[in-house]
């Protein structure tokens, strides 16, 4: 196969199904990997193909032992070479108070979120180094630049996260090797993600928002293109995404100064 | 006229001029503004107009009193309604012991690096709130995060535009205008600036950098575009970019930890 | 006159003042400069004699040419080498739109909260660095690392007053001179600043702010002389000062994540 | 017993053991824990005894489950209340290639850098919070605030720390308990750490620093002992230690600027 592949780890209907079909649109071989759900991702799959592009679903257990070796091996011996990867997984669980989160908890963010992307680097980058070029884009949150009541688990997982994308930059940039850090400090109108844990609220919430009040995935995966396509001369480690009405992470309330 | 214009300050060979003709491509009348080198200035926008697209050219001043504000209502007036602007003023005055820095020095640093911005905002906002939208991008560089020795005008007056940058943001992104600050973190092929700077040495200190070393200016122009289309609900405040060999500001010895 | 000296520039009721008691009380002269009320400083001065202890009172407009320059040149020849100085002026000036800010008061702004700290750096260090030693504290705020609506002046100040502190330490603390930058990230209790502001409603924030709630101006000094008294092995230049209740700038809305 | 307790969480002969003198020094009573070595340990605490003050010494390896669980249990009910407990366990390995850093050594990187001090304050804060005071000092390190080449595990496993920090800030602050993360971002004088990875090398690579290049473990306790005695008025969340002559992690070339 000659197009060129790109990996989806946490391949939902937000975020990550938007940037296998964005990809798969231009000519990339879209790989969707996510932990269940076989109908929903057959769904993303055929979206795809009935677009005339190109796409295969994977049900893929991150934190399985082996899991994401296994999954890097046969993409690269059965369907091409990885060009760029997206890993997406999160961590995320709501805020929870620190006697609310169990150590088994604190420890299944830090799989998912922290442990994961290192495996997939781990993996992946050795053939990435061999062939001079590659890219991994790792979607991120308001949790890996500063912590907050509640995020115990989840900041700490994403603080991980962040600065071993900085080191994963050190190392392999000058490999030829883009990681790109995405800060998405908004919420996503991701039906698999932030509706699942609003359920009935979810509409609500977004109308509460008010127009263009949350991030179209779509948009996030426009930018996600940005960054796969910048030449390696002008290359972006790390970049933020909020809606305009949104307040970001760094302003609480205006009085405050 | 009924094409959208974008502004440019500090409109020469590099930054500036790329992005003008970037925008002039998409259909945009370019507005290149600098402070001297009328010829200089007029083979830019031959360059753009040779291409069949739109652009003006002025001298202009910016750190006179009024000047910017003449030249926003001379083109709101004249040419039309500013859809983007680029604040492409620097302050790099190169590096400077304490002793070495004049009073005059470290006040000229903040009239381009961080006034100067200010005024234009002040200037150009009011326009945009009525319109419910507009763009202003600001070219930053590494001493807006950091300070460093010999930086003592340059970096207080970046680290200034910075703050301010946030501050314009917390208040006018609710009200339609994308603010995006970009920190340039590496030495970008720009003939008038950097060129000028190192002289004759210029060719060879690029060569020292290797292949795709240095920021082509046309690259940087591609992010900048990017920016000034994300829609509303997804913008970026702020990203990074380098070259893919240079070491990133928060780096250094990698022995050092 | 052989006791070191701590110059205080921005001596008030609040943290200045309470530096310069509680230096005067090791053993320090205290120099207080303010710029106006005379009566108020001589209370200052008074007070610090009354305990024994060692103290002189400058009326002193910073933002006149030459009056810092003057100032510091007074001290080293008639009261003695300036040990350590305390840079506690403000620039803070409520939250106000950027439509009403107008250009006088940007600059004036960065004359209080910017300029001023560089030119007393450029005409203090130069005698530091022959003494191969000497101490700038500086009174910073939560505006030197973000940047918030109504901020325009202020943020844009401190943020260069944070960049200029971070170009001045890598130059000078290899020459034996510890610059620290104190983020205040809370109201603090003093009369002639938030008090003035505040007015009649003082007292009435106090109270809401709940028990131990504002920082009191005192244990700020005692950081402060703690700064200070750090052996150059293990200099601090920068941390953060907050009561207890108060959310850190970092944070704000608990559910946002 | 009716000393204030301080627990010190990996008590070598650098920091953690000076930290654990000087507190005893003022009263309390120190608990040294430590993975092995029970000879150093017990040198440690009798130093402390011999100075007429009181310690005790425990063999604890924190990633044994159960084993800080107990740690704290025991002390409660055998020793007193813990008053303030120190965490200063590293995850430090040196400079390791991704390819040269097993799963294995990422994730024990995780359970003594972030598992470790997630599982401390959760045995330990509700104790804190029903007294309604406490205090958790963590050292940290230059790798919590950037990732860098060679630091995958240590980086993830302290960028996490530091976001844990803030999210335990978050919600135990306003419950009167104040925790503080020291960035040490320079090497120390620590026999126990340093020196056992620099070994025959670690005389010559302190002279090379020049004097007072290393710090000094009884200078940074000082440090600790500041954070640990400010009122809750005042508090300090973060501070950076380093010496004099060391360039600090923002900073590298001074010619990039």
């Known amino acids: 196969m000659s197009k060129p592949v790109i990996l989806v780890l946490g391949a939902g209907a937000g975020i990550g199904g938007h940037v296998a079909a ?3 649109r231009e000519g990339y071989h879209a790989v969707l990997a996510r932990r269940s759900d076989g109908e929903g991702l057959q769904r993303l799959v055929s979206a795809i193909k009935t677009n005339g592009d190109s796409a295969t679903g994977m049900l893929v257990d991150a934190s399985d032992d082996g899991a994401i070796e296994d999954m890097v091996a046969r993409i690269e011996s059965e369907i091409g070479p990885i ?8 961590a995320q669980i709501g805020n929870r ?3 609310d989160t169990p150590h088994r908890t604190f ?14 680097a781990h993996a ?3 053939a990435m180094v061999e062939r001079g070029k590659g890219t991994l884009l790792v979607t991120s949150a308001t949790a890996a630049v500063r912590g907050n009541a509640g995020q115990h688990s989840h900041a ?9 994308c900085q080191s994963l930059n ?10 790109a850090h995405v800060v998405v400090d908004g919420a996503v109108n991701a039906p698999d993600t932030l509706g699942r844990m609003l359920g009935d609220t979810f509409e609500a919430y977004k109308a509460s928002k008010g127009e263009d009040g949350v991030l179209d995935p779509a948009a996030v995966a426009e930018s996600y293109w940005h960054l796969a396509q910048q030449p390696r001369n002008a290359w972006t480690h790390e970049l933020d995404l909020r809606p305009w009405s949104d307040v970001p992470w760094w302003n609480d309330n205006p009085v405050a100064g």
């Not at 420890?107 to 997939?120: A, D, I, P, S, V």
């Open 124 to 126: 992946m980058f050795p």
């Open 97 to 99: 108070a620190l006697s």
């Open 22 to 24: 964005r990809f798969a």
């Open 83 to 90: 060009d760029t990867a997206l890993y997406n997984l999160g």
């Open 156 to 164: 700490a997982a994403m603080g991980g996260r962040r600065m071993l």
């Open 107 to 120: 420890e299944l963010g830090w799989r998912l979120g922290c442990y994961g992307l290192f495996r997939l």
């Open 170 to 179: 050190a190392e392999f940039a000058p490999k030829g090797i883009h990681v």
